[in-house]
C-alpha cells in the first residue's frame, strides 16, 4: 500500500507519509512481529488475546467473551476449540444457566499467559528502540488519547470483530 498523502504537509515531510499512514504502518508491522514471537508458543495473535482476557476476568462466559471482542460466534467457538485442544483452557458448565460456559485457565494456560506476557514485553522493547524512556511514555499518552477519542476498547485489539467476515471491495 503506498500512502496517497505523501507529500509536504503539516503532518510531516514528503516521503515519510501522514500520522495515520505511519501509525497504520507501525501497526501492521508491530502486530506480524508479534504473531511471528508467538509462534514460539504455537499460538496466534487471537489466543494470547483470548487467554490474556480469561486470565484478567476467570469464569468469564462464552457470551461475555464474544462481546467484548465484537468477534462472530462461530469463528470465537473455533479459537475456544483450539485453546481447549491445546489444554490452555477449560469450559466449566454455568450451575445456574446449563447453557452457559465459564471459561477458566489451567496450569498450563496459566504457565502460557506468562510466557506471552514475556514475549509482549521484549516485543515492546523491540518495537520501541528507537526511543528513550520518556519518548517512549509520550508516545504511549498520545496513542491512548488517539484509542480514547476513536472509542477503542482498552485492552481490545479491533481486529476481532474482523474474524471470519468475509471482505468485499467495490470497484469505482
Do not use: W
Not at 25 to 49: I, M, Y
Not at 53 to 64: M, T, V
Not at 127 to 153: F, G, V, W
Amino acid at each position: 500500500m503506498v500512502d496517497e498523502s505523501s507529500t509536504e504537509t503539516d503532518s510531516g515531510p514528503r516521503g515519510r507519509g501522514s500520522t495515520a499512514f505511519l501509525l497504520a504502518q507501525v501497526g501492521a508491522q508491530a502486530a506480524s512481529q508479534f504473531g511471528e514471537r508467538l509462534t514460539r508458543l504455537g499460538l496466534s495473535r487471537p489466543h494470547a488475546g483470548i487467554l490474556r482476557l480469561i486470565s484478567q476476568s476467570p469464569g468469564l462466559s462464552q457470551q461475555e467473551l464474544g462481546r467484548r471482542l465484537a468477534i462472530l460466534p462461530s469463528r470465537l467457538v473455533a479459537l475456544l476449540d483450539e485453546l481447549q485442544e491445546k489444554g490452555l483452557i477449560e469450559r466449566r458448565q454455568d450451575t445456574d444457566d446449563r447453557r452457559t460456559y465459564a471459561l477458566h485457565l489451567t496450569t498450563a494456560g496459566r504457565n502460557a499467559t506468562e510466557q506471552i506476557g514475556r514475549i509482549a514485553r521484549e516485543h515492546d522493547d523491540a518495537i520501541c528502540a528507537a526511543l528513550n524512556k520518556e519518548e517512549r511514555l509520550q508516545l504511549n499518552t498520545l496513542l491512548a488519547r488517539i484509542a480514547q477519542e476513536q472509542k477503542l476498547s482498552a485492552g481490545i485489539h479491533p481486529g476481532y470483530r474482523l474474524m471470519g467476515k468475509i471482505r468485499t471491495s467495490r470497484l469505482r
